[in-house]
């Protein structure tokens, strides 16, 4: 395993930085991590949008899939190349939906790395004091909680995955579309495995960790809503306006 430790280790080096500053500000190691979840949210959320923002584009364009779907019935090989053009029309990109995830796992991973062994990556003795701290009903941030947390952190994952529409994204069948079709079945294995993955790992893992992905998790339902909310606004608007 020294190879992870390798790899990560250079993701948990300058994250365990980041949190040394803010827990010198703050003080308090939960509220730190908290903070520190929501900056690096944050800075994934240009990402996030374009993911949302392609689910919608998705069902808008639906129509004209179903419609090359019964024009290219019996041309599965037409089917792909209409299918590429109209998502070149529209923008719509069907990998979008994976990339916040695959770039949300390294950092995952370095914190894994980082709270499993903080000597190692923290150069500020009270942060590496710090993280033995208690928050909530945790006792000790640094060890995992048995139960209560691993459950919310499972339940949040969920809810954040069924927010985002993970793996229910219809995809249209074609050549040219095989790479997305590919990926449909995996998303949805996804949706439910992971909660009951994530379950298990937070039993495992520290505390601390469990806290980053229930808050992110969190931050993702919210900022879903709030995308959602906006769209359904601008929709609204333009109906209205196409009736006056």
Not at 159 to 182: F, I, L, V
Request: proline share 6%; with cysteine.
């Amino acid at each position: 395993m020294s190879w992870y430790y390798q790899i990560f280790g250079t993701i948990a080096k300058p994250l365990g930085a980041l949190l040394g500053f803010l827990y010198d500000h703050i003080g308090i190691y939960g509220i730190t991590l908290i903070v520190f979840t929501l900056i690096v949210r944050g800075c994934l959320f240009p990402l996030y949008a374009s993911q949302i923002k392609g689910q919608m584009k998705m069902a808008d364009i639906q129509p004209k899939m179903q419609a090359l779907q019964k024009k290219y019935a019996t041309d599965r090989q037409q089917l792909g190349i209409a299918m590429q053009q109209l998502y070149k029309e529209e923008g719509y990109n069907p990998m979008m939906g994976c990339l916040p995830l695959l770039i949300q796992m390294p950092i995952l991973m370095g914190l894994f790395v980082l709270l499993r062994n903080p000597v190692a990556y923290i150069q500020n003795l009270s942060m590496i004091l710090g993280s033995h701290e208690a928050f909530w009903w945790i006792a000790d941030l640094s060890q995992p909680d048995p139960w209560v947390l691993p459950l919310v952190t499972g339940a949040t994952t969920f809810a954040s995955m069924s927010m985002t529409g993970m793996g229910t994204t219809p995809t249209p069948s074609g050549e040219g579309s095989d790479m997305s079709a590919q990926m449909q079945p995996m998303m949805k294995v996804m949706r439910v495995f992971m909660p009951v993955f994530i379950v298990v790992m937070a039993r495992t893992m520290p505390a601390g960790l469990s806290v980053y992905w229930m808050i992110g998790n969190l931050f993702t339902v919210g900022q879903t809503w709030m995308l959602k909310r906006m769209r359904g606004k601008a929709m609204r608007a333009r109906e209205l306006k196409i009736e006056n």
